[in-house]
């Protein structure tokens, strides 16, 4: 059984910084894209960042480019996500995912190509 748990989430002030952890059992995804997601309250799941596989490439959402750093340690079969610089904006649940494949960047920021996910963390940033 796969598996894939997120913990780090907590409430913070604006400006502050903030590093989400994922790791994951039953399924090693060193070749294979694993990425985050957030939801808002009221709106649709939507792609953060994500980690192609392969040791390729890491992409970005134009929102978070510059302040987010995706990070994974293929031997621990971790992914971390590194949230600087945090705005009231970035509130949301997170979400972890692994992918079967590697992906490629369009690829990569569609939640429809992964097929793992984790239960989500909370992620409450005050102004």
């Known amino acids: 059984q796969v598996q894939l748990v997120e913990s780090g989430g907590g409430l913070v002030r604006a400006g502050d910084s903030l590093r989400l952890h994922c790791a994951s059992s039953?399924?090693?995804?060193?070749?294979?894209?694993m990425g985050w997601f957030r939801q808002a309250p009221g709106k649709e799941r939507e792609f953060v960042a994500a980690?192609?596989?392969?040791?390729?490439?890491?992409f970005y959402a134009e929102s978070v480019n510059g302040r987010f750093t995706i990070s994974r340690d293929n031997a621990k079969n971790t992914v971390d996500l590194q949230m600087d610089s945090l705005k009231p904006a970035d509130t949301g649940v997170y979400y972890c995912?692994?992918?079967?494949?590697?992906?490629?960047?369009?690829?990569?920021?569609?939640?429809?190509?992964?097929?793992?996910w984790g239960q989500g963390a909370q992620v409450t940033v005050s102004s």
């Open positions: 995912a692994g992918a079967l494949y590697y992906l490629r960047n369009s690829s990569a920021r569609i939640a429809m190509n992964y097929a793992y």
């Open positions: 039953g399924r090693t995804f060193s070749d294979h894209a």
């Open positions: 980690d192609s596989g392969r040791g390729r490439a890491t």
